[in-house]
């Protein structure tokens, strides 16, 4: 019985946290459309405030933490660059469509 209840509430609280996420990466959709400027050596962090500032992402540090395993990462497992230069944005778009839009997809040569 104790393991049926621990693992009920693992996973209510799993529920609980993926909720939170979905919405926090939700689009705003208050129909605003922005420009929007990468600098050069423009950190990870610095673009998270200025999306959150501008409120077209709902939550600044989910926002860093995805850019973040964006560059590590990247898509297909060879790591993204971000692109410095101007973006016209909306906050009809998710905080994943608008960080995906700042990354250049530099896929490795099959030797």
Same mark, same amino acid.
């Given at each position: 019985?104790?393991?049926?209840?621990?693992?009920?509430?693992?996973?209510?609280?799993?529920?609980?946290?993926? %909720?939170?996420?979905?919405?926090?990466?939700?689009?705003? /959709?208050?129909?605003?459309?922005?420009?929007?400027?990468?600098?050069?050596?423009?950190?990870?962090?610095?673009?998270?405030?200025?999306?959150?500032?501008?409120?077209?992402?709902?939550?600044?540090?989910? %926002?860093?933490?995805?850019?973040?395993?964006?560059?590590?990462?990247?898509?297909?497992?060879?790591? /993204?660059?971000?692109?410095?230069?101007?973006?016209?944005?909306? /906050?009809?778009?998710?905080? %994943?469509?608008?960080?995906?839009?700042?990354?250049?997809?530099?896929?490795?040569?099959?030797?």
């Amino acid at each position: 019985m104790r393991i049926s209840r621990v693992l009920i509430l693992i996973m209510l609280l799993l529920a609980i946290t993926s %909720t939170i996420i979905i919405y926090m990466m939700s689009p705003i /959709d208050q129909g605003q459309k922005v420009h929007f400027k990468i600098y050069n050596n423009e950190s990870s962090n610095s673009i998270a405030k200025r999306l959150y500032k501008m409120k077209l992402v709902r939550s600044k540090s989910l %926002t860093y933490y995805y850019i973040r395993a964006r560059l590590l990462f990247g898509k297909n497992n060879y790591g /993204d660059y971000l692109q410095k230069g101007n973006y016209q944005l909306s /906050d009809k778009m998710s905080s %994943t469509e608008i960080i995906d839009s700042f990354f250049l997809y530099i896929e490795k040569a099959n030797i």
